[in-house]
């Protein structure tokens, strides 16, 4: 796989998360392992989070900024 094909799947990784959360997605680097995903709260910033993406097999991750999900109340 070539560095921009790799990026490519990485892209989609957050594209995916970003419209269901709760999908097991196949790491795109070794794909064998599931990526963990973990939400980090950026200090003073109101509507972006930083995304982790953790593969539980070969350790590799990436993060991404993405807009904090804000659930309706009513
Ligand atoms: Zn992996």
Request: overall charge positive; aromatic content about 6%; hydrophobic content about 35%.
């Amino acid at each position: 796989m070539t560095k921009s094909e790799k990026i490519k799947k990485w892209v989609e990784v957050v594209i995916q998360t970003e419209k269901n959360s709760n999908s097991s997605i196949i790491c795109p680097e070794c794909e064998v392992g599931k990526l963990i995903i973990k939400d980090e709260i950026i200090e003073g910033h109101p509507v972006k989070i930083d995304r982790y993406f953790i593969c539980d097999n070969c350790g590799k991750w990436n993060v991404a900024l993405m807009s904090k999900i804000v659930k309706d109340g009513n």
